[in-house]
């Protein structure tokens, strides 16, 4: 069986749920990433998006970074109950340790995808170092430099109201009051 075409994957795991009914009992597939950084943790996984479309509930295992032997648990899929609270544990010379609840997220354990909060962050950096050199600029102009960085509009916008800037229209413009903004 190849895994790679949905029809193939499809076969396999309806009949992989047959056998899950008739002997009443829960199937678990471990898989692995590939290496397409970026992408949602949905479409991480090896094979057809088959697998992780008929399962109900699946589970991501990863490293947290910077820290040599913590690893985090995150559900990313779940059909049946409320999304569980990532969990970590450490592995060490003693063995395998529960840490418990864990502050992060599928995209963060990936590393792929900036979390929320550093794009915020990022966002309210551009808007600063703008405001170095500029009293006012045109808002299209502020949307451009962030669409440069990956910063999308949504955020860009959140970082302003932060800062509190204010916008002001100009002719036929909207311009970004940045001379106000306090430095870091």
């Known amino acids: 069986m ?8 499809r076969d396999m795991t309806k009949k992989l749920a047959t056998l899950a009914e008739k002997y ?8 692995h990433m590939n290496k397409a950084a970026g992408n949602k943790a949905a479409y991480r996984g ?6 992780f479309a008929v399962a109900r509930s699946v589970l991501l ?4 970074e910077g820290e040599a032997n913590i690893r985090a648990v995150v ?21 395998f ?23 915020l962050e990022q966002a309210k950096r551009l808007l600063r170092e703008v405001a170095e050199t500029n009293n006012a ?9 962030a669409e440069e960085q990956g910063i999308s509009r949504r955020t860009l916008e959140n970082a302003k109201k932060e800062l509190s ?20």
Not at 46 to 51: K, L, Q, R, T
Not at 61 to 64: D, E, L, P
Not at 97 to 119: M, S
Request: a negative charge; one cysteine or more.
């Open 2 to 9: 190849d895994m790679n075409p949905a029809n193939e994957a």
């Open 24 to 31: 009443q009992c829960a199937i678990v597939l471990v898989g």
């Open 46 to 51: 090896m094979g057809s998006i088959d697998f």
């Open 61 to 64: 295992v990863g490293r947290v």
């Open 75 to 95: 559900q990313i899929k779940n059909n049946l109950a409320a999304f569980g609270h990532p969990k970590a544990f450490e592995l060490s010379e003693d063995g």
């Open 97 to 119: 340790h529960w840490l418990g609840d864990y502050e992060i997220t599928a995209d963060e354990v990936l590393g792929g995808i900036a979390p929320k909060a550093n794009k």
């Open 137 to 145: 600029m045109q808002s299209n102009e502020i949307f451009n430099l």
């Open 165 to 184: 800037i204010r916008a002001k229209r100009i002719n036929n413009s909207w311009y970004w009051e940045l001379d106000k903004i306090k430095p870091e």
